[in-house]
């Protein structure tokens, strides 16, 4: 046995936090413009509708699970920075394109879709990362660094919602920035120090369950180490399976979550655009705080009762919070209409002023000035017979959401990676990350669909059975998922 050295491991360490640098820039190249999207995109394409701004979100998605099985692959066979360079220059490339999806005189939507399949097709370095962690950790060491990686990406997408406001007030009316594509810009710029890093600290490490150095077989220069004699044995596939679709609806139940945030407010509480991304951008980044907060414990916590109890716990408080978001009151939303008759008009804001949101209903708007009406739209018909949910229920169901995600994800993925044990890990997590790229995909489709056409009662009991399953699947597999040297008696648990 190779006993690592200090140099060994205050390099592998300082490769592993560009790693958590990594996930969080590609979190914030999804959360930036996640609250800003549909105003954005009916203020460059009119044409555009709910269904579409399903779509845009998803090709995000779509672009991320295509390109993470080939990153994955790429990152098992040669130095994982090519892969990583690669895919984070192309994020930076895509989020230029986003910022100015406006300058063509038609056809931005499709632009607009265009740039965020290539954002997503750039994130699809996460596969890349979480293998690498995998592969540099030790099996004590890995629910704290994957921990670590999830509270990353957290953070980043706390500062998403809240870096774009900051940016759209300070950068104003330059160059075109605006609170639409200051941020994207801002985030190309990360991007790039990101890549700088990659080439100046990142080396390729490798450890095994027990923390003995490996000699990498995707690094440039390779390290004396010993022979990777632990490997031998055959992956659970079994246990990875009920992992991956685990995973997929944990991404889901969050995909429709972040998703409906927008529309849902608006149409409850009729609220304006600007409204809506401003109030929610405050809610969820407080939610991404708790997250981390989450993230923290969950490290400490999965010591005394193990990942597979946690998991378990995360799920029954997700379930909770989508159960509370039923509507269960009696008085129904307002009803936005979409002619104005007799001159009369409703709460409204200027899409180009900036006004204080106390002092909307004072606001007097000269008969031939633009006006936004607001309120849950006529044409949507459940919004006729459907009971409004209350804001309480809201920001109750936003903390439980907030508390339970954070936990299913974290534990998903170190789960998975125990049980795929010393194999290079970097297709299996590939294709963990496609199966969650597929739930981002079907979430904001379901919302525009389910939502849009049925409401929210159908939206949210769908989402409840579907977590039910979860845990039913997950009481069956339960003592399976166990790490692969537990499995094969080289570790005890």
Known sequence: DVVETQEHYKSRWRSIWIMYLTMFLSSVGFSIVIMSVWPYLQKIDPTADASFLGWIIASYSIGQMVASPLFGLWSNYRPRREPLVVSTAISVAANCL?????????????????????????????????????????????????ANTSACQAV?????????????????????????????????????????????????????DMGRQYKSINSEREESGVVDQD???????????????????????????????????????SWTRKEAVFYNGII????????????????????KTGERAILHGGLLIVLVGFFILLPWGKKLPNIQWQEIKNNSIPRTISTEMLIPFWSLQAIQLPSNHTVEPVGCPVTQSWCLNTPMIYLAQYISSDILIGLGYPVCNVMSYTLYSKILGPKPQGVYMGWLTASGSGARILGPVFVSQIYTHLGPRWAFSLICGVVVVSLLLLEIVYKRLIAFSVRYGRMQE
Do not use: C, W
């Open 231 to 269: 490997a031998e044995g055959n992956v659970d596939h079994v246990a990875v399976v009920a992992i991956n679709f685990l995973f997929f609806v944990i991404l889901f139940v969050f995909a429709v979550f972040e998703t409906i945030a927008t529309p849902l407010t608006m149409d409850m509480y």
């Open 156 to 208: 980043g997408f706390i500062l998403g919602p809240g870096k774009a406001y900051l940016l759209s007030s300070l950068l104003y009316f330059h160059l075109q920035l605006n609170m639409y594509t200051a941020p994207v810009l801002f985030g190309a710029l990360l991007g790039v120090i990101n890549i700088i890093l990659i080439f100046v600290i990142f080396r390729d490490h490798r450890v095994d």
């Open 98 to 146: 986003y910022a100015y999806v406006h300058v063509p005189h038609s056809q931005n939507k499709y632009y607009m879709l265009t740039a965020r399949a290539l954002v997503g097709f750039g994130a699809g370095n996460v596969a890349v990362v979480r293998s690498y962690i995998a592969g540099a950790t030790s099996l004590t060491e890995r629910t704290s660094a994957m």
């Open 284 to 303: 969820l980044s407080v939610v991404g705080i708790e997250s981390v907060i989450v993230f923290m414990v969950v490290k400490t916590l999965s010591k």
